[in-house]
Nanobody
């Protein structure tokens, strides 16, 4: 089974920075893409950023220019550098991996979430 472990969340003041990390482990044949999603109070989970195996990146409009997603393919790890954080960024951030556990079929996997709180 594919497992995802996130770290790096916490409390930060507006304008501050945090760096989230997510490491995938387990029975992985190939990872198609990894990304970050978030869910704030009373909101549905939304895409923040994704990066595919070829390096293609997508950002949600509100984080573009402030957040940077990157990866270390050798260690199946994805990072999210978050700068200029604002209160509206407060949410639980979830790591996602779309991966082939075997060569025959892919599936989506999710981490447990790491909480980010932006407040004075």
């Amino acid at each position: 089974q594919v497992r995802l472990v996130e770290s790096g969340g916490g409390l930060v003041q507006p304008g501050g920075s945090l760096r989230l990390s997510c490491a995938a482990s387990g029975s992985i044949f190939r990872i198609i893409a990894m990304g970050w999603y978030r869910q704030g109070p009373g909101n549905q989970r939304e895409l923040v950023a994704t990066i595919n195996s070829g390096g293609g990146i997508n950002y949600e409009d509100s984080v573009r220019g402030r957040f940077t997603i990157s990866r270390n393919n050798a260690e199946n790890t994805v990072y999210l550098q978050m700068n200029s954080l604002q209160p509206e960024d407060t949410a639980v951030y979830y790591c996602n991996a779309r991966a082939y556990p075997t060569p025959t079929k892919w599936d989506d996997y999710w981490g447990q979430g790491t909480r980010v709180t932006v407040s004075s």
